[in-house]
């Protein structure tokens, strides 16, 4: 009779529904797209995705959820930006068939303040997805982000930097798990994959042409704090010194027609694509070039980069630099010039461009770091890690 009781025991555990986790995003950003599929494609719990349509940044494309069941709308609005609210999180948190909520962790977003007090008042594991700390701030910024921080069971951190300094804030060890970013890399790779050799000349001499004049690219937003002044005046100093680099500039924003009419007042070979979210177009310009620089801080440019085999240039100081910096191993897949130096840029410009193509062990480098942390699996892997985590404690 207790046998027959276990094996019916086994049965239900057997064919239980995966539990119900919530993310909850202003939006969904198109960038987001591959670890988002991962998490559907999940067998160990099941993902519900809340979030408005009415994106707080018209310039980032929106992600839908393939399945209609998988959604829900919650619209944000604008209270005083930064702050924004968005509309239904209270009764999200109150719901029964939901496990644990995951929220983009924004203390900017007075709604996520109350709904995650919610969610732990009626025992739902809550964890932030966040940045957390780029680098130390003055004590009423820094209190006030502590306080939202300490709402999270835990906190789903982009980079180590953030988990360091998290501890120097006294946040235990054991409630940060670093997720790292990616991009859809399985997608890249098969792109990649079908860019023949030639195929690279081709690029160079379409954009510029001429094939072997090797050529910098950045893909980014055309704003001030990208620095691109920067590094057109890096290649104007190389090309004083007779080194010839070409530059490719892919995306749109604000300094898009002072820096054009600069590169055509100065007589530098620049050309600008402008905006552009094809894949199918952005591989073989990222693959063709002989490094990425990004003379701001540098965030998802750098995996992009890095997946195509391309090294990654960015500057060297950590309390102004994306998380995503951090996949940067200096002489080997990149370089960090001193922030602000051009001489120093353009010194490191010229190292990675003299040579015509990114050698195999430079290519082998940039996707080595990319398949260990930079990728939707592995970032899936580490979520289900802490949410298994959080309902532990």
């Not at 704003?223 to 290649?235: H, N, W, Y």
Request: net charge positive; aromatic share 8%; proline share 5%.
């Amino acid at each position: 009779m207790s046998t027959q009781r276990g094996r019916r025991g086994q049965r239900g555990a057997a064919t239980q529904q995966p539990k119900t986790v919530a993310i909850v995003y202003h939006s969904l950003p198109h960038y987001r797209s591959g670890v988002f599929r991962a998490l559907l494609q999940s067998t160990r719990y099941q993902y519900l995705f809340v979030a408005g349509h009415n994106t707080l940044d018209p310039s980032i494309p929106e992600w839908r959820v393939p399945n209609a069941n998988q959604f829900v709308e919650a619209q944000c609005a604008w209270i005083r930006k930064p702050w924004y609210y968005q509309r239904g999180l209270a009764a999200l948190a109150l719901r029964r068939d939901i496990h644990a909520i995951i929220y983009l962790g924004t203390a900017y977003s007075i709604s996520t303040w109350y709904s995650a007090i919610i969610a732990r008042l009626t025992g739902k594991p809550v964890l932030f997805w966040t940045h957390g700390w780029l680098t130390r701030n003055n004590r009423l910024h820094e209190g006030l982000k502590n306080a939202f921080m300490r709402l999270a069971d835990i906190l789903l951190l982009y980079g180590h930097r953030a988990k360091a300094i998290g501890t120097e804030l006294g946040f235990s060890s054991n409630r940060m798990t670093v997720i790292y970013n990616s991009l859809d890399y399985a997608g890249q790779q098969a792109l990649r994959e079908r860019i023949p050799d030639d195929a690279m000349r081709a690029v160079r001499v379409r954009m510029f042409g001429d094939g072997s004049t090797p050529y910098i690219i950045c893909t980014a937003r055309l704003v001030r704090e990208c620095g691109l002044d920067l590094l057109l005046s890096a290649q104007a100093l190389l090309r004083s010194d007779n080194k010839s680099v070409n530059v490719l500039l892919v995306g749109d924003g604000p300094e898009r027609q002072r820096l054009s009419e600069r590169a055509r007042r100065e007589s530098l070979p620049v050309v600008f694509v402008g905006a552009c979210y094809d894949e199918a177009l952005l591989a073989p310009l990222i693959r063709a070039a002989s490094v990425t620089v990004s003379p701001g801080k540098v965030g998802l440019t750098a995996i992009h980069s890095l997946t195509y085999g391309t090294p990654v240039i960015t500057h060297d100081d950590p309390g102004q630099q994306g998380p995503e910096a951090e996949a940067i191993r200096v002489g080997r897949n990149g370089d960090l010039f001193k922030r602000g130096d051009v001489d120093d840029l353009a010194r490191l410009i010229w190292k990675w461009s003299s040579r015509p193509w990114p050698d195999e062990e430079v290519r082998r480098c940039c996707y080595e770091v990319v398949e260990q942390h930079y990728n939707p699996e592995s970032q899936v892997k580490a979520i289900e890690g802490a949410l298994a985590g959080a309902a532990g404690r």
